[in-house]
């Protein structure tokens, strides 16, 4: 195998993966523009719900099946059922006007999100399953970038199929996207042997979680920090449209300028990493990363010119993706690899509860204070935190320090 260059199979992942991922973000554009048009913002609140659930309630059970079935078979075995699950959307939900459609739609996120609390964990485990060294943060960091390049690109395509083809024809397209990647993950199937190591391939035990964050000091302060980047950032969400309309001139160009310096940023330390690995001092690079998040966060706070602000989310989001990507690759490598799909678990439960409970408190707190006052406090408060967070990572993380 090429250690510098992407194999022609991983592309065939790569691709699958992009394909999957942007058509299920179209089809959740369309779900809530339909169900915002026919029932109203207070509905798409439940929508949101509905498909955060599955993975909080699952999380005990993810990271133990996907040491039992294997990485690359979950993702497979998760994107046939999700494409059947869409199949058969098609031919019942023909459109979402009634309250019995409603519940149809409901159950077909759930159900799909079910799914999608197994195939979440396993895919940020299969590259340890096809990669050695250096080369399993590459292929991370490309998955990476690919969930980042849908968040950019998925609303302008979804917005262009939902008009051309309507609610029916994204659950088609769908179910050809997820039916084409479980055949693109397929094809690497007979690269599990050769790329596992010895721990790999004998140890067949499972393990709980408990055990996992017992074992797994470093990876317990790491996860904390995760959770805190997830919740403290969150206002951010809630700020960019606030600073478009009230500040930055009120127009949509404002808003969209604002967005993609943010996800543009995200992707480009995505593909930074997808070509230029850092395996020494990994955990003291994750550091830098995360003050300089934080110093492009403080620096968007600070600031009333719309294209300062531009630099300061790209500045925040290379940095962003910088750190998540070494983050999850500390994870792979780090621990036992019998105790990774348990990481994943709870990596893939913190980004799908996180987000949506920070911003209720967010709005509890906008009672009380501006929203540029809450991610202000947000950002000083993230900032104190990283700035602290050296000492254990250099008690439990010394040989990844220096």
């Known amino acids: ?131 050695k060294g250096s080369e399993v943060q590459k292929l991370t ?70 055990k996992t964050l017992r074992e797994n000091s470093l990876i317990t302060v790491m996860l904390f920090v995760f959770l805190l980047m997830n919740l403290l950032l969150s206002p951010l969400q809630v700020q960019i449209p606030y600073l478009a309309k009230h500040v930055f001139g009120g127009s949509f160009n404002s808003l969209a300028m604002l967005e993609v310096s943010l996800g543009g940023g995200v992707l480009m330390g995505g593909l930074i990493l997808s070509w230029h690995s850092i395996q020494r001092k990994t955990l003291l690079a994750t550091y830098l990363c995360l003050i300089g998040l934080c110093m492009g966060f403080l620096g968007f706070q600070l600031n009333q010119h719309l294209w300062v602000a531009v630099g300061c989310l790209l500045f925040m989001g290379i940095f962003i993706g910088l750190a998540n990507i070494l983050i999850i690759n500390i994870f792979q490598s780090y621990p036992s690899l019998v105790h990774v799909p348990n990481i994943m678990s709870l990596v893939n439960s913190i980004g799908a509860a996180a987000v949506p409970f920070a911003l209720i408190v967010v709005g509890g707190l906008q009672t009380m204070m501006t929203i540029e006052k809450i991610s202000f406090l947000s950002g000083l408060c993230l900032f104190i935190i990283c700035l602290f967070i050296y000492f254990p990572f250099n008690k439990f993380g010394k040989d990844l320090m220096s």
Request: glycine content about 8%; proline content about 2%; hydrophobic content about 50%.
């Open 1 to 131: 195998m090429s250690k510098n260059k992407t194999t022609g199979s991983d592309w065939y992942l790569i691709i699958g993966q992009l394909l999957a991922q942007l058509s299920d973000r179209m089809t959740s554009l369309g779900l809530i523009w339909m169900i915002t048009e026919q029932f109203g913002e207070k509905w798409v609140t439940w929508y949101l719900v509905a498909g955060g659930l599955p993975h909080f309630l699952l999380s005990a059970w993810t990271g133990k099946l996907i040491q039992k079935t294997g990485a690359l078979k979950t993702v497979i075995i998760a994107d046939w059922l999700r494409a059947i699950l869409y199949f058969f959307a098609f031919f019942v939900i023909m459109k979402v006007v009634l309250v019995q459609d409603l519940i149809l739609v409901m159950t077909l996120i759930f159900l799909s999100n079910c799914f999608a609390a197994f195939f979440n964990p396993a895919i940020l485990s299969v590259p340890l399953e096809l990669e």
């Open 141 to 210: 960091a490309r998955l990476s970038s690919v969930s980042s390049l849908t968040v950019v690109v998925g609303p302008i395509l979804g917005m262009f199929c939902f008009q051309h083809f309507g609610l029916r024809g994204l659950f088609i397209l769908n179910f050809i996207s997820y039916l084409i990647s479980g055949l693109c993950a397929w094809t690497l199937r007979t690269r599990i042997t050769g790329a596992q190591n010895t721990e790999q391939t004998t140890d067949n035990k499972t393990v709980g979680l408990r």
